[in-house]
T-cell receptor, first 113, second 113 residues
Framework: DGGITQSPKYLFRKEGQNVTLSCEQN?????MYWYRQDPGQGLRLIYY???????QKGDIAEGYSVSREKKESFPLTVTSAQKNPTAFYLC????????????FGPGTRLTVL | GESVGLHLPTLSVQEGDNSIINCAYS??????FIWYKQESGKGPQFIID?????DKRQGQRVTVLLNKTVKHLSLQIAATQPGDSAVYFC????????????FGKGTLLTVNP
């Protein structure tokens, strides 16, 4: 089955701890993305990567970090510097280019206790 | 459905009726638009897309209309079914970007049996 997987589905973290969310895709897509979604809100872009070993900040990158060492993987670390980390996190991938249809994973719900 | 801050616009229809969901986009340089459907607790699913050189595109039971003059998109769902109940988001390719999408806040569609 081709697609995007995110793990875990639910994640609990104590205040002050860093946590890493996993995102893997087997669609052979060059571009990958991380979004944050808060209740009743649209998606806000955290980071994106157009190609392996390269990534750019999105609109709300503060308190987050990413890496892109492999084409298939784009992990997101939520650091203790993120002031309000409780949210639903969505990973996506796309071919890039003019028809930029993004395919989404099932999401990870992070709750800070 | 215009955004009203934290409260999602809502649309309630009877099963079998047609639904029309509206979206105002922000950037006149955007030239690619997508509609996504998001069920509760899941990632967004692609429904239909349209490029700016078109005014209308049809899929299975769905039609997207694009009015570039007033920067407006609409999604029409024919013969709405209970399984269509979800939040619907429009997205634009952020001023013509090959990678970045800007998402609207979404409209909650509820289908009553």
């Amino acid at each position: 089955d081709g697609g995007i997987t995110q793990s875990p589905k639910y994640l609990f973290r104590k205040e002050g701890q860093n946590v890493t969310l996993s995102c893997e895709q087997n669609l052979n897509h060059d571009a990958m993305y991380w979004y944050r979604q808060d209740p009743g809100q649209g998606l806000r872009l955290i980071y994106y990567s157009q190609i392996v070993n390269d990534f750019q900040k999105g609109d709300i990158a503060e308190g987050y970090s990413v890496s892109r060492e492999k084409k298939e993987s784009f992990p997101l670390t939520v650091t203790s510097a993120q002031k309000n980390p409780t949210a639903f996190y969505l990973c996506a991938s796309s071919m890039g280019g003019k028809r930029n249809e993004q395919f989404f994973g099932p999401g990870t719900r992070l709750t800070v206790l | 459905g215009e955004s009203v801050g934290l409260h999602l616009p809502t649309l309630s229809v009877q099963e079998g009726d047609n639904s029309i969901i509206n979206c105002a986009y922000s950037n006149s340089a955007s030239d690619y638009f997508i509609w996504y459907k998001q069920e509760s607790g899941k990632g967004p699913q692609f429904i239909i897309d349209i490029r700016s050189n078109m005014d209308k595109r049809q899929g299975q039971r769905v039609t997207v209309l694009l009015n570039k003059t007033v920067k407006h998109l609409s999604l029409q769902i024919a013969a709405t079914q209970p399984g269509d109940s979800a939040v619907y988001f429009c997205a634009e390719n952020s001023g013509g970007s090959n990678y970045k999408l800007t998402f609207g806040k979404g409209t909650l569609l509820t289908v009553n049996p």
